[in-house]
């Protein structure tokens, strides 16, 4: 007799543990193809070192970017696995050492120089190809009419940022599409 209840009581409790439903955590299927996605926004951080002026001490620099007037759109094609973007917008992009501003400056952003060339989705990762150039985003986050990418970008974009000594270690960049 205690077989058989042990039995039932061991099988309750493998289906209670694996008969949970996962459904919540995870996201629909990501379909790109032949839908225009609209820019809606966009952040940069970064951070580096600044050269402190007659001397040869560097002091750590955050670097964070707000977009701002987005009028940028993205289609994705089918066949040819083509991404192609219209429009731009422009990062207002502020530099500070030590919680002190140094810079702020508005760098336009035409859509082409992040998205431009052949796209391929690997698992989590937007992959895009152009020439030589391939940008890796992941996917952070979708839904049926939103899409949430982050990944590194390249830090010679701060080359705009003229501050003297400005030596930028690491960027990324999130962008948020909607339908």
């Not at 409790?13 to 996962?22: I, R």
């Not at 007659?54 to 991404?83: A, E």
């Not at 996917?139 to 009419?145: K, T």
Request: glycine share 8%; charged share 20%.
């Amino acid at each position: 007799m205690k077989t058989p209840l042990y039995s039932l009581l061991l099988l309750v409790l493998l289906c209670s543990g694996s008969c949970t439903s996962d459904a919540d955590g995870e996201r629909p299927l990501l379909v790109l193809t032949n839908t225009e996605w609209e820019l809606h926004e966009a952040t940069l951080t970064g951070r580096g070192t600044v050269e402190v002026p007659g001397s040869s001490t560097s002091v750590p620099v955050s670097i964070d970017g707000v977009g701002q007037d987005y009028d940028m759109s993205l289609t994705f094609g089918d066949g040819d696995q083509l991404v192609s973007a219209t429009g731009s917008f422009v990062f207002d992009v502020s530099v500070s050492a030590l919680g002190v501003p140094l810079q702020s400056e508005n760098i336009p952003v035409e859509g082409v120089e992040i998205f431009s060339g052949n796209w391929e989705l690997i698992g989590d990762e937007l992959v895009i190809t152009d020439n030589e150039e391939v940008v890796i985003l992941d996917v952070v986050d979708n839904s049926e009419s939103m899409l949430t990418l982050k990944g590194v970008i390249d830090a010679s974009e701060f080359e705009r940022l003229q501050e003297e000594g400005l030596t930028v270690s690491e960027s990324s960049i999130e962008i948020v599409l909607v339908k």
